[in-house]
């Protein structure tokens, strides 16, 4: 485990490493910084919550949140967050982390585009999704840090990435926008696919084949 709280540090573990080359070698540089500043948002968020939390867990996390957007990690069916769990699953397993830290960082994962339920759970699980948070749409923006959020921006810079993470996101479940549905994702698969709707949870339900009475 990393004992250094600098702004910018990382994990100095072989796990962190190892995770680090992985996201290296499969995401793009708009998803490398996104998933360090990621990390680094949420560490700080961690620490300024007086939480306690593993630093090599919640990095591992992090590096792999984003992973199944990408070719090597994407499956035919499954959402984006799912494969990036699941890859991070295998990952861990390989490295004999204990099963009960592996759920944890699948769930982080899993979870992190799911708002209004990490908050109750592990402190990396709901640290991914804070980071994520605020990464991405600026969520607690203005109770963050402003010079450790410099700092970390500085480091990874946000070179064109309002445009580019929709992009990217896109790009990870075009060719499966059927499991985006009743999740944020489903949003941006409207955006760019002509015509495409998410299904409606009403419609659903009054298209159950069961009949609209007691028998």
Known sequence: MTTTHTTTAIPDTRLAKEATEILRE????????????????AAEQGRQAKLQFDPELLY????????GLSESFSSSDERFEVDG???????????????????????AIALHTTPGV????????????????????????????????EEVVAAYPRIDFKAGIVKAFFGGFAHKPASTWGTVKADVCERFISGYKSPNFCD????????????
């Open 204 to 215: 659903l339900i009054a298209n159950s084949p069961f009949a609209n009475s007691n028998a």
């Open 26 to 41: 499969h995401a793009t540089d708009l998803i490398f910084n996104h998933s360090m500043r990621v990390y680094l948002f």
């Open 118 to 149: 990490t908050q109750y759970m592990e402190p990396e699980v709901a640290l991914l999704f804070s980071g994520v948070g605020l990464d991405v749409l600026g969520d607690g923006f203005d109770v963050f840090p402003s010079d450790v959020r």
């Open 60 to 67: 591992v996390s992090a590096a792999f949140h984003d992973l």
């Open 85 to 107: 769990a699941n890859a991070a699953r295998q990952f861990l397993a390989i490295h004999k982390i204990p099963e009960n830290q592996i759920q944890v960082a699948w769930r």
